[in-house]
């Protein structure tokens, strides 16, 4: 069965730093694709990262340049660096993870992490 779970949320102050850590319960390299979505109150949820089974990265236009997405995979996690956080990052973030075709193939989601971003 296919868990993942997050962690590393909690309040950071406008311009600071917070690692986001998504642990899958199976070999990352099941998956074709992972990343990161947000959802914040009264919004739609949003991609945030990506990161492809050979390491492309995809980021949203609002993160671009602040956030960072990369993987382990020795410990079968995914990790979102969160530098230069604005107030507009507080959301619950996700980690999803999609593998193509075969008996587990689909979209699996974690429980998300709330991330605060207040002075």
């Known amino acids: 069965q296919v868990q993942l779970v997050e962690s590393g949320g909690g309040l950071v102050q406008p311009g600071g730093s917070l690692r986001l850590s998504c642990a899958a319960s199976v070999s990352i390299f099941s998956f074709n694709v992972m990343g990161w979505y947000r959802q914040a109150p009264g919004k739609q949820r949003e991609l945030v990262a990506t990161?492809?089974?050979?390491?492309?990265?995809n980021y949203g236009d609002s993160v671009k340049g602040r956030f960072t997405i990369s993987r382990d995979n020795g410990k079968n996690t995914v990790y979102l660096q969160i530098d230069s956080s604005k107030p507009e990052d507080t959301a619950v973030y996700y980690c999803?993870?999609?593998?193509?075709?075969?008996?587990?193939?689909?979209?699996?989601w974690g429980q998300g992490t709330q991330v605060t971003v207040s002075s």
């Open positions: 999803n993870a999609k593998i193509t075709g075969g008996p587990l193939g689909g979209d699996y």
């Open positions: 990161i492809t089974i050979r390491g492309n990265t």
